[in-house]
């Protein structure tokens, strides 16, 4: 990692039936050199944390993390999708339906970021990791979505939820080195 470059992590605090997020652990876990920043799990409110943060630190690249609800490998998800969907809404109560984030821009965004030799590097570690190609329409595609837009030096890690916290912590400090 060289000095000069500013890596936001971020993860979120738990939210629907969950007493826990993973990625709330795994960010407390962290000793690297970064910003870090626990945001809430709502539509709304998330992206103005998250832009309040990219206001003050400027970063040059933002990992975020999430929780995912099933899967026994860590996701490094492609794309963020221009939508917002959820049946159960989120920790606000809202619920939208196939609404767009930003009717103007894409229908997707795509990470700059190496994703297959970046997985490639985590498999070869020892860490279980695989490409994803969709975030889902909830709160982590949201986020995901806006840090692109800040920059496409952004990646999202959806961390399944029964993985142990050391090796989510490995895999994390692993994608750092990249930078
Ligand atoms: N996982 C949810 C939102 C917050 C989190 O940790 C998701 O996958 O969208």
Redesign the pocket.
Known sequence: MQTNVRILVT??EP?GANDT?I?QKVLDAIKADVTKLLLP?SFRRAPEVLNEAIEKFQPDVIIS?????EGDKIRLERLAINMMDSAKGDNDGYIPDEELICPEASLALKTALPVKQLCADCVNAGLPTKVSNS??L?????IYFEALRHTTNSLFV?IPKNMDVETAKQTINQLIKYF
């Open positions: 993860a979120f939210f997020n990625s799990v993390m999430g929780q995912a609800a975030a889902g909830y709160v982590c595609n949201r959806h």
